[in-house]
């Protein structure tokens, strides 16, 4: 897959950002427009940058060379209808999904707009933010946040769940007070009648 | 209006946290309204002490950016309903907010509350400079060791830089037996090299770690040696006269009795 892609539309072209840096996004850019420099020169460009890789100052900077080299006046993606339908994260049957191999330690925060797997432990003090789905193979000890721009059907499932907080799309749920036992079995929190439930997870529940 | 008082040592390790939920706890049970504000940005922990951290959903940092309202962010105790904790952020650093925004948070609170203690991180950085920016008054936290003294008598050098002049010494960890052996700086020689007033002596006391652990604060245990100790020094800042601690009670036990029936 390339690192971007370009759809037209009525008010001027559209270049999707994929993951990649800001090296890769300029260089593949001034490619394609190479490739047909008459028809980019003179159009208004918007780069729609979901993953938001690209900070402002590099945006800047394209902007620039935008201009300076074909002409091209680059629009800022703001208020745009197609972003604001997409407001609520709905690939939680099938969708965007970032995957981590490591231990999420105290202090380290891990935001994604789509689903988290995380093949490692999530220590106390580590926070999860996804808009989708989140499932841990491991520990989970520290806050995960599922759902996180509203999608209530969005779960939390993980090896063992010990979380100290727990929030599903604008829904808290903090851990007991007193200890309670360990599970032995993996669990899945989801949200039942605007309450988070913990249900255990049953290979034959879900088939 | 309240009076805020930052906890700090400068050398980590001695006990600021501890001291500061104990001390805000013990407040609480003489009946103040109290908040203990965590500075520790990134490193907190005041919450684990309280037993609180499962409660967490808006810290200092929101405050500062204005994500949240100063009320949403504060967490009221389990055990005492006039005792409230601000949490900081674990997941920023310390140079998410600045000593300003500290002070008018500090200032804020000072108009709710009777003490605002704020627990300083170690060091004397970016973090120790926001901690003390909204203090009133400034307690030391040292332990009968060369290092935490060195550091201790730094910091009170940068406080008073600071113009902060009320500030008062709480030694931590005392071991009687040790002290008297000659094996420890005794107390007379720490007031004496560090010039303050002296606020409390806490004895060395094995269950301070598993109250920690737990999330229940040493004053909360009747039975604690460590949490009559805080309580005492609650008192003395609310101006009473209390008589330290005779640390010689330590020798209890069968042994302890007899050497001191012998001593009579």
Redo the contacts between chains.
Sequence with gaps: MSSINIKGYRDGLKVYVNSCSYQQLREELAQRIMRARDFFTGCRMYIVDEQKNISLDCYREIENYLREEFGITLLYQKGDKEEKKEKIFSGIYEGRTKFFKNTIR????ITYNGNIVVIGDIN????IVANGNIIVLGTLRGMAHAGYNGNKRAFVAAYILQP??LRIADI?A??P?ERTEKSSIPEVARIKDDIIIIEPYLPNKYL | MGISIVVTSGKGGVGKTTTTANIGTALAMLGKKVVVVDADT???NLDLHL?L?????YNLIDVAEGTCRLKQALIKD?RFDNLFLLPTA??KDKTAITPSQMQNIVETLKGEFDYVIIDCPAGIEHGFENAVAGADRAIIVTTPEVSAVRDADRIIGKIEAKGLDDHQLIINRIKYEMTKKGEMLNIEDMTDILAIKLLGIVPDDEKIVVSTNRGEPAVTDDHSKAGQAYKNIARRILGEEVPFLDLEDENTGFFGVLKKLFKR
Aim: proline share 0%; aromatic share 0%; no cysteine.
């Design positions: 105290s202090g380290q925060r106390s003090g580590a926070e100290s907080q808290i903090r851990s007070d | 990134g490193l907190r037993g951290e499962n409660r967490i959903v389990k674990q997941t």
